[in-house]
């Protein structure tokens, strides 16, 4: 079975992969306001974990590399059920439903063993990077990373070298895109058939490889707004992370239509 086999297979009958305009995640962006809007407690309660989250890790990791890979695994592990509640929440408002809090929450309940499954496979993609980028230092550096004793009573920024930075930005990059090919629709997918974490992945690469101009905008805002997010001292993660979510949701029911 070739690569385009493989796929159609996988992918659920009742799914059909739309073509959209390159400006459409912008609407994504807009249509998601209207849900902070509508339940700002809600989506905002959501933002605040995520950012807290993050503070956390930023705070951690500052400190010390080793912690490095535990705090980035827990966030990769953590992220796709967190925005599993806010797609939960698009989803119930969208059907006219009261939505709470409490509410979003129904959708990991509902849907989880998929996404269990789907945190899964991201932690693989992210064990993936560690051993390559342990490997691509060892082979092009040929230092191990520096001692738990140097970076305890150092600052890891004076300690690893530019070169080590490169990789690690190269090779994070590149888990970055592939992450995003399989997750861009994988969550709201999951949360409205509970389908399982392949079939859903396998979609989320249709719907890149059929709208690509549209997929390399969606991805360059989302950059740049979890940006603008660290640039604000996370301030605006509280904002930010919901909105995206919310539009994950927009864009998964502009790019794919139902006919279950």
């Known amino acids: 079975m070739n690569v385009q086999n493989y796929i159609d297979h996988h992918i659920p009958a009742q799914f059909s992969i ?4 390159i400006v459409r995640p ?3 962006l807009i249509l998601a306001w209207q849900d902070i809007s509508l339940h700002p407690k809600a989506s905002l309660a959501h933002g605040l974990i995520v950012t807290s989250l993050l503070l956390v890790t930023l705070l951690i990791t500052s400190i010390h590399v080793y912690v490095i890979a535990a705090a980035i695994i827990g966030f990769m592990l953590i992220g796709p059920i967190l925005s599993a509640g806010l797609c939960e929440q698009s989803r119930q408002s969208e059907q006219g439903k009261p939505v709470s809090f409490d509410s979003s929450l ?3 309940k509902r849907c989880q063993s998929s996404l269990i499954q789907f945190s899964g496979i991201l932690l693989g993609f992210t064990m993936t990077w560690f051993a ?3 490997l691509l230092l060892l082979v092009t550096i040929g230092s191990a990373l520096p001692s738990l004793q140097q970076l305890l009573w150092g600052n890891i920024f004076d300690i690893i070298t530019p070169m080590q930075l490169a990789l690690y930005t190269v ?8 992450v995003f090919v399989v997750s861009v629709i994988s969550v709201p997918a999951i949360i409205e058939n509970n389908i399982s974490a392949i079939d859903a992945m396998v979609a989320s690469v249709k719907v890149v490889s059929e709208n690509i101009p549209t997929m390399l905008v969606w991805a360059a805002l989302i950059v740049l707004l979890t940006g603008l997010g660290f640039m604000t001292y996370l301030i605006g993660m509280v904002v930010i992370y919901p909105l995206l979510a919310h539009a994950s949701w927009h864009a998964y029911r502009d790019l794919v239509q139902n006919d279950k």
């Open 18 to 21: 739309k073509h959209v305009a």
């Open 26 to 28: 912008f609407n994504w």
């Open 171 to 178: 090779i994070g990059g590149l888990l970055a895109s592939i």
């Open 132 to 134: 390559i980028s342990a």
């Open 106 to 108: 129904e959708g990991l």
